[in-house]
């Protein structure tokens, strides 16, 4: 257990809909990164906030966004579902800088019909 | 860009034989370097790491060691068990960038411990 927790755990969508994920940070970590692992491939960075700023970002289209909130836990929003969107969503959170481990919730699998 | 390249699966091996499980990287700098396991339908849970050169990370019998002059780190471990099958992550977290980048993941080796 790792104490990044993430809801829910399985979606089911059709293309075009919107889909909020969201993933509760460990204790004490102000940084939270979001991936999307698609079937049989390794995780893909989206992005990353930092103190409810975006601070980084990986080679996601602007339908993908997200927030951050005070007590650092997040959300990922996707709009206009497609069905290459099916993915397990992973939530990773961090305290300190890139030397630290990053520590990953269970996912948010989703599927768009 | 950066990119992390691991060995293709699936690897099947024999229960208490050696793992070799081959990572190199090319990166910019002096990147964290990481492995990471993940069970079926789970999410992922760090193995171990290492943030500089020569450095040797170990957990649970496996080790691996972090060598810049070949931009490798590869994973080992003595004696398989079958609790060991799992899918396995080489990753790496660039310094460069302020830690802004997010950690850029290998494709996966599928490992396949048999009785």
């Known amino acids: 257990e790792t104490g990044v927790t993430q809801s829910p755990t399985h979606l089911i969508k059709t293309r075009g809909q919107q889909v909020t994920l969201r993933c509760s940070s460990q204790?004490?970590?102000?940084?939270v990164s979001w991936y999307q692992q698609a079937l049989g491939q390794g995780p893909q960075f989206i992005f990353q906030?930092?103190?409810?700023?975006?601070?980084g970002r990986g080679n996601f289209p602007p339908r993908f966004s997200g927030l951050q909130f005070p007590n650092y836990s997040s959300e990922l929003n996707v709009n206009a579902l497609e069905l290459d969107d099916s993915a397990l969503y992973l939530c990773?959170?961090?305290?300190?800088?890139?030397?630290?481990?990053?520590?990953f919730g269970p996912g948010t699998r989703l599927l768009v019909l | 860009g950066d990119s992390v390249t691991q060995m293709e699966g699936p690897v099947t091996l024999s229960e208490e034989a050696f793992l070799t499980i081959n990572c190199t990287y090319t990166?910019?700098?002096?990147?964290?370097l990481f492995w990471y396991v993940q069970y079926p339908g789970e999410g992922l849970q760090l193995l171990l790491k290492a943030t500089k050169a020569d450095d040797k990370g170990s957990n649970k019998g496996f080790e691996a060691t972090y060598r810049k002059e070949t931009t490798s780190f590869h994973l080992e471990k003595g004696s398989v068990q079958v609790s060991d099958s799992a899918v396995y992550f080489c990753a790496l977290n660039p310094t460069s960038g302020g830690g802004a980048d997010g950690l850029t993941f290998g494709k996966g080796t599928h490992l396949i411990i048999q009785p």
């Open positions: 990166a910019t700098g002096y990147p964290s």
């Open positions: 204790s004490g970590h102000n940084t």
């Open positions: 906030y930092y103190r409810e700023e975006e601070n």
């Open positions: 990773a959170s961090r305290a300190g800088g890139a030397q630290e481990t990053q520590y």
